[in-house]
């Protein structure tokens, strides 16, 4: 059974970092690649970022271009989202989810987490 | 950047209707379009992807068509816990998210 685990949202200042965490199972993780996808409260979904199944690419949404960093650890099975100059906007619940095909990075996703809730408020 | 625009923004339907569920592409995605479901507090949840084809484990009454800019998701006969939001969402050039459809109990 695929799951897909977040954590490591919380209460952070305008300005502060957050590092997301995504432990995965289930399936041969190096094989997919996986994004994160963010929905702030009351509104609709957003795709942040997405790393490929080695790791090598990775790809941004132009609101978080330069000031987020997706990684990932296969050794791990684990997602990574390093979130540096929080702002407001980025307040929201941030999902992880796999890509629904082996070796493509931009795909749909077939799995996603339960989400972790950022708050960004001083 | 592709923009996805779906409507209508809420569907007010009785159980047992059919809902059509539409999502218009700023560009050709070709059939490079899925369909997600989304209930109160939970993750969103893959019911067609490539446009037509149905995920693992996703009822028949759900369907999807269309290619090019123009899509379909049609639920034949609402069930009630059919009664949510639909997000589409494209692959074809990067990933961008519809704005959703909100399907709710008339």
């Known amino acids: 059974e695929v799951q897909l685990l977040e954590s490591g949202g919380g209460l952070v200042q305008p300005g502060g970092s957050l590092r997301l965490s995504c432990a995965a199972s289930?399936?041969?993780?190096?094989?997919?690649?996986m994004s994160w996808v963010r929905q702030a409260p009351g509104k609709g979904l957003e795709w942040v970022a997405a790393?490929?199944?080695?790791?090598?690419?990775?790809y941004y949404a132009d609101s978080v271009k330069g000031r987020f960093t997706i990684s990932r650890d296969n050794s791990k099975n684990t997602l990574y989202l390093q979130m540096n100059s929080l702002r407001a906007e980025d307040a929201a619940v941030y999902y992880c989810?796999?890509?629904?095909?082996?070796?493509?990075?931009?795909?749909?996703?077939?799995?996603w987490g339960q989400g972790t809730l950022v708050t960004v408020s001083s | 950047e592709i923009v996805l625009t779906q409507s209508p923004a809420t569907l007010s339907l009785s159980p047992g209707e059919r809902a059509t569920l539409s999502c218009r592409a700023s560009q050709s995605v070709s059939s490079s379009l899925a369909w997600y479901q989304q209930k109160p507090g939970q993750a969103p949840r893959l019911l067609i992807y490539?446009?037509?084809n149905r995920a693992t484990g996703i009822p028949a009454r759900f369907s999807g068509s269309g290619s090019g800019t123009d899509f379909t998701l049609t639920i034949s006969s609402l069930e009630p816990e059919d009664f949510a939001v639909y997000y589409c969402?494209?692959?074809?050039?990067?990933?961008?998210f519809g704005p959703g459809t909100k399907v709710d109990i008339k």
């Open positions: 969402q494209q692959r074809s050039n990067w990933l961008t």
């Open positions: 989810a796999k890509g629904g095909e082996v070796v493509v990075t931009f795909s749909y996703f077939d799995y």
């Open positions: 490539d446009a037509s």
């Open positions: 289930g399936f041969t993780f190096s094989s997919y690649a």
């Open positions: 790393i490929s199944g080695s790791g090598g690419g990775t």
